[in-house]
C-alpha cells in the first residue's frame, strides 16, 4: 500500500528589484491559477478531501478553504476540507497530511498551498524583497506499488515561537491602539508578516540535527527540498548538506520565498525526474516549527 503524486501545478510571481501586482482575494486567485488546469485535466471519482494550507489568507473566514469550495463547487462540495494555517511549516505538513488520508481512506486527495508573501510585509521592511507569490497543487491517490510516504517528524523548537509574527489576529486592537497615529499610512509595517533573524539563525542550526535524526529513522534520500527562504540562506544550507551526497534543490533565486508553495514549487521544478527516487521535503520558520517527510517517488 502506498500513495503517489499523479498530477502537480504550480505559478509563482517574483522580481527581486522591484514591485508586485496587488490585487483583492490574491491569495484564493492565486489559488484558482493551479486549480484550474488540475481540473480542467479531470478530478479521479474517489477524491475524499481538498487539504489547503496558507500562512496569510485574505480573511479568517471565510476561511481559503472555504472560497475554493464556494468557486468550485461541482467539484470538491462533497469532500471534507481541511484548512492548514501554521505558516511555512503548513506546505509539507499539508502534503504529509493528503499522503496519510489518501492511503488511509485508499482515495485520492487534492492539495492546495498558496501565498501572497510579498504582498504580507510591509514594502518599507527589509525583508520585503525577499518574498514573492506563488501557489502549489498537486493530487496525491492511493496506490498499490510500494511507493509513498515513509516516515515523517515534527518539532517546534523551544524559545523560537517568535521567529516569524503575523499580528492580525484577536489582538490586533492592542496593536492598532498604540500606533493608531500611523498605522493607516502602512498597515503591513505594525500587522503584518515580520521575521526575527536572530531567531532564524538559531532555527536554522537546528536543522541539520533535525536531518540527521530524521534519516537515522527513514534512511537516506536521494533528493532535499528545505523551504526556500531566501538565495543567502539557501546557499549556507547548500553548504552544510554538501557533505551528506545527495541532491539539493535551491529555486530561491526565481521564485523568491513564497510562504507555504515554495517547497511545492521547488518539488514541482523537478517532477519530470522523480520517479524511483526518495524525496526528503522539509519546511521551517513560523511557530519556531521543522517539519519533513521522506516519499518514495
Not at 103 to 110: A, Y
Not at 179 to 192: M, Y
Request: net charge positive; hydrophobic share 40%.
Amino acid at each position: 500500500m502506498g500513495v503517489v503524486f499523479t498530477r502537480m501545478e504550480a505559478f509563482s510571481e517574483f522580481s527581486a528589484n522591484g514591485s508586485l501586482p496587488e490585487r483583492s482575494r490574491q491569495v484564493l486567485n492565486l489559488a484558482t491559477m493551479v486549480l484550474n488546469p488540475l481540473i480542467s485535466s479531470g478530478l479521479p471519482d474517489n477524491l475524499s478531501h481538498l487539504i489547503v494550507a496558507t500562512t496569510c489568507p485574505d480573511s479568517l473566514a471565510p476561511s481559503l478553504g472555504q472560497t475554493i469550495v464556494e468557486q468550485f463547487s461541482r467539484q470538491f462540495s462533497h469532500c471534507h476540507t481541511i484548512d492548514i494555517v501554521q505558516g511555512c511549516a503548513g506546505g509539507v505538513s499539508a502534503l504529509i497530511l493528503g499522503s496519510q488520508l489518501a492511503e488511509l481512506n485508499r482515495s485520492s486527495v487534492v492539495v492546495v498551498s498558496a501565498d501572497a508573501a510579498r504582498k504580507s510585509t510591509s514594502p518599507a521592511s527589509s525583508i520585503n524583497r525577499i518574498f514573492g507569490n506563488g501557489s502549489f497543487t498537486c493530487l496525491i491517490s492511493y496506490t498499490d506499488a510500494g511507493s509513498g510516504l515513509v516516515f515523517s517528524r515534527s518539532r517546534q523548537f523551544r524559545g523560537l515561537s517568535e521567529v516569524v509574527n503575523v499580528r492580525l489576529g484577536h489582538d490586533a486592537d492592542l496593536v492598532i491602539r498604540k500606533e493608531h497615529k500611523t498605522i493607516a499610512d502602512d498597515p503591513r509595517k505594525h500587522l503584518g508578516l515580520k521575521m526575527d533573524n536572530m531567531l532564524a539563525i538559531r532555527l536554522l542550526r537546528k536543522a541539520e540535527q533535525f536531518y540527521r535524526d530524521f534519516v537515522s529513522v527513514s534512511g537516506k534520500p536521494d533528493i532535499m527540498i528545505l523551504h526556500q527562504v531566501n538565495p543567502v540562506i539557501l546557499k549556507l544550507l547548500t553548504a552544510i548538506f554538501r557533505k551528506y551526497d545527495l541532491e539539493f534543490i535551491n529555486i530561491s533565486e526565481q521564485t523568491g520565498n513564497c510562504g507555504v508553495a515554495s517547497v511545492g514549487l521547488a518539488l514541482n521544478s523537478i517532477k519530470n525526474s522523480l520517479a524511483g527516487k526518495k524525496v526528503f521535503l522539509c519546511s521551517f520558520g513560523t511557530g519556531g516549527v521543522i517539519t519533513g517527510g521522506m516519499w518514495n517517488t
